[in-house]
């Protein structure tokens, strides 16, 4: 038997990549989202893991957080609406600490959970528009822990890590035109970390100073494949074998859901208990992503390396995502308060200018400079029952996010995607609950 | 217990049950989506990736025919396009005579026309015979490779006579009936390059004038390549009869220039050989132009012809594409040839490779997604008992 072997750098479908995470994307937690993620200088509950992990300490000594969100993705290319799935899921959130020498002293978690995968990957052609902050991006467990401490009352610290779920494995497989395939698919979930650091200040009663830290996050993705094929006939009555019995050896390596280092820097007014002005400045280091563009080597044995492309399919040159930076604004007012029953309304604003210059050679990354305005409001009842007898949130919140249209013209007139304008829009709702003990 | 503690319990349960019940309905939710995401809208040019159709699943292989030609004949040159609520195509009946070594002789050709509702199930009309025969002294007996646009009241067809000897216009209310525009070609090969031989028109209606992508250049590389010629020219006009020919350095005709062709073979497929002195062929061009976004593409589906080979059947399609009307860009490699399938055949002690030949395409855009091409095609299986060969038809679309 003739024996092929073809090292192909870069095979037609590979999985190509998609960015962030899901708090990169929405953000953690009902009232940070509700209040534009301008959360860095605000805190006080389990997604300050995400937001400023010094905040922790702003939380009370045991708390429980559970809250669900659904976001669903309307981005139209041509003003056509794609089916990206609804991105939802579970976050739970948990505070636990001691106060030593009178300072207070938190160790968090905040998980999020997607009710439909805990990992997924597209697997589009290498080509193919993908919207990079939206493209499946819940389908990824993500969960960041930490500690902080209060080094002074007016000062705190924090550092935490970010684990995402990973997937390992690959399928390894025989299949026949006249047999049932044998083999197997081997998966399991591996995991990837960041480290974050956070510090909070309080210079005045009234004044609040955060600086956060969130280092780089990618994951690198093996996929070995394994598929083998036995002899084709193509008259199964004369055993004209059209095609020896081939092997495909395909080991995929990519660099996905990347989420860039980040700088924060964060700031909270409050005039007085019920009133909060919050703005935080994040800047983006998007410019170290790797290329996204998955590659491969495929050793192909048999009639396999006799049939299909010898030639190695062209490069696809990295998309150049570029530094970039957000602000966000938010405020939160109690608008009702009284007899242990307390009514905050919320609302923000966060802009991202998009990393990401024009696409105009093969690559089709997609993004655009993105505005959210997000809404919601919170009840605190305390002393609920004799069981709880701290107090006990339930809050809500609305998330809008509207992608400036963009249009991308490709300089090669046969490109296989051709010119395209993208427009989009997200509507994020959820809602949760905080029970303190 | 009091009243409100009671109150306050209540919307407590209240709540954990309303938690319950939105966990409960998400993971109900399950797997929703298809197994990719995301995928409904992608823009798709028609550029690639281009798959046959088998249309006869009852039959052993790909067979994408959709017309098979009979003994002694070919089908080829199809010009496909959407009319009147229904999709019609037109193709060259090219008639052959071999002598008793087997070598065929091109001895006619005429133009049959068929019909169809879906693009996918055609029939024949007018009784298989042909509606455009050869008759002028200049068509030389053969009139063929046919270019039809839907036009005020009817039809307009463009289509090559003689051997390349020029390109005619004629005119049909209903397809079938056709009269001949004048007894002289409308244009002919009249330029350095073409050394008196122009064909395989491909005519588009665009921006307020009629856009006439055509073959051209005498040469004997291959049997296709002297009927279809093997550089590729563009003429525009404001009646479809007067053209003027131009090229992207902004010659034209009309001001007496000498007007260079605007493509020409320069990649290996087709037929580019320098190092043995093989100039390869592009002919019979096939033009789409779309509006994907906010301007023009005009895409061009070509034949190119690997040279030498000597029973001209290793040709493929190519797509090439431009943002005005003539300064067109090929393909990558990964585009190109866009239809180029080879079968192996393994018999004991030798490998064989049976090239199907793919040729003269023409194209239509179905939906934005959707694109659909018919071209001629021989196949290798069937040459192994006496050749098939036809008009077949390919779809390019999202994940056929």
């Known amino acids: ?437 | 217990m009091k009243k409100t503690q009671i109150m306050k319990t209540a919307l407590l349960m209240t709540c954990l049950l309303m938690l319950a019940t939105a966990s409960f309905w998400a993971l109900s939710c399950g797997t929703e989506g298809d197994i990719i995401g995301g995928t409904t809208a992608w823009p798709l040019s028609g550029t690639k990736w281009w798959n046959k159709v088998d249309l006869d699943q009852e039959t052993d292989g790909a067979q994408p025919f959709i017309f098979v030609s009979g003994e002694g004949e070919e089908y080829l040159e199809p010009s496909f396009l959407k009319a009147y609520g229904q999709f019609w195509v037109f193709f060259e009946r090219r008639s052959f005579e071999s002598d008793e070594n087997g070598k065929r002789t091109p001895v006619s050709s005429d133009i049959l026309v068929g019909r169809s509702t879906d693009a996918f199930t055609w029939e024949l009309l007018n009784g298989g015979l042909p509606v455009l025969e050869a008759g002028l002294d200049w068509e030389d007996g053969f009139v063929g490779a046919p270019s039809v646009l839907a036009t005020e009241g009817g039809f307009t067809m463009w289509y090559t006579g003689g051997i390349g000897d020029g390109i005619g216009a004629a005119v049909s209310e209903n397809g079938l009936d056709w009269v001949k525009v004048g007894d002289e070609p409308v244009l002919i090969g009249d330029q350095y390059w073409e050394g008196g031989h122009v064909g395989a028109p491909c005519v588009v209606f665009h921006n307020h004038l009629f856009r006439m992508y055509y073959s051209g250049g005498r040469t004997d590389v291959t049997p296709f390549a002297q009927f279809a010629g093997y550089l590729i020219g563009y003429a525009d006009s404001e009646d479809g009869v007067n053209w003027i020919k131009r090229d992207t350095r902004r010659n034209s005709s009309e001001q007496g220039d000498t007007v260079n062709f605007v493509m020409a073979p320069t990649q290996e497929w087709e037929g580019l050989d320098g190092e043995n002195g093989l100039t390869g062929a592009v002919a019979s061009p096939g033009i789409l132009i779309t509006h994907p976004a906010d301007r023009d593409v005009v895409l061009m589906y070509y034949s190119g012809n690997f040279a030498g080979d000597p029973s001209a059947y290793n040709m493929s399609v190519g797509i090439a594409g431009a943002y005005d009307y003539n300064s067109f860009v090929k393909g990558d490699y990964e585009t190109n040839p866009a239809l180029n399938e080879k079968f192996i055949l393994n018999l004991d002690g030798i490998s064989i490779y049976l090239a199907y030949s793919e040729y003269t395409p023409s194209v239509i855009q179905l939906e934005w997604n959707q694109y659909i091409m018919l071209f001629a095609q021989s196949d290798p299986i069937s040459e192994l008992t006496g050749g098939q060969q036809g008009i077949a038809l390919a779809t390019c679309s999202m994940f056929d």
């Open chain 1, 1 to 437: 038997m003739r024996l092929t072997i073809i090292i192909i750098i870069f095979a037609i479908f590979l999985p190509a990549a998609v960015y962030a995470t899901p708090y990169d994307t929405f953000g953690a937690g009902t009232r940070a989202v509700a209040m534009g993620n301008a959360y860095g200088a605000v805190g006080g509950d389990s997604s300050a893991c995400f937001h400023n992990i010094a905040t922790l300490t702003l939380a009370g000594p045991f708390q429980l957080e559970m809250d669900y969100h659904r976001a669903d993705v309307d981005i139209r290319f041509n003003d056509r609406r794609t089916d990206i799935d609804p991105d939802k899921g579970y976050r739970i959130g948990l505070v636990l600490g001691k106060t030593f020498f009178n300072r207070r002293f938190r160790a968090g978690v905040s998980m999020y959970i997607p009710d439909q995968h805990f990992m997924r990957f597209v697997l589009p052609p290498r080509t193919a528009p993908l919207v990079m902050r939206y493209n499946n991006i819940n389908h990824m467990m993500v969960s960041i822990a930490g500690l902080a401490g209060q080094v002074f009352p007016w000062w705190s610290l924090g550092v935490g890590v970010t684990t995402t779920s990973d997937h390992l494995g690959g399928v390894d497989f025989v299949i026949g035109e006249d047999r049932p395939a044998e083999g197997d698919l081997k998966s399991r979930l591996g995991s990837e970390m960041s480290i974050l650091a956070g510090t909070y200040f309080e210079p005045l009663k009234w004044l609040s100073i955060g600086g956060t830290f969130r280092d780089e996050h990618q994951q690198k993705m093996h996929l070995p494949n394994k598929i083998g094929m036995y002899d084709l006939k193509v008259f199964a009555e004369n055993g004209l074998i059209i095609f020896h019995d081939g092997r495909l050896v395909l080991d995929v390596y990519s660099y996905t859901h990347f989420s860039p280092r980040q700088y924060q820097g964060s700031l909270a007014i409050k005039p007085n208990d019920r009133l909060i002005f919050s703005a935080d400045y994040t800047y983006y280091e998007f410019s170290a992503m790797k290329n996204s563009m998955a590659y491969s080597v495929a050793i192909m044995e048999g009639d396999f390396g006799e049939v299909f492309p010898c030639v190695p399919p062209l490069d696809v040159p990295d998309p150049g995502l570029e530094d970039s930076w957000g602000i966000a604004f938010g405020t939160e007012w109690g608008a009702f308060v009284r007899d242990g029953f307390r009514l905050d309304l919320r609302g923000g604003y966060n802009y991202k200018p998009t990393p990401l210059p024009d696409q105009t050679d093969v690559s089709n990354v997609v993004d655009s400079d993105l505005h959210i305005v997000s809404g919601g409001a919170g009840v605190t009842v305390k002393a609920l029952s004799d069981f709880l007898r701290k107090p006990f949130s339930i809050d809500t919140f609305f998330q809008y996010h509207y992608l400036e249209p963009r249009m991308v013209h490709k300089s090669d007139p046969t490109s296989d995607v051709g010119d395209y304008e993208v427009t989009g829009s997200v509507l994020n709702i959820g809602a949760g609950m905080t029970v303190r003990f």
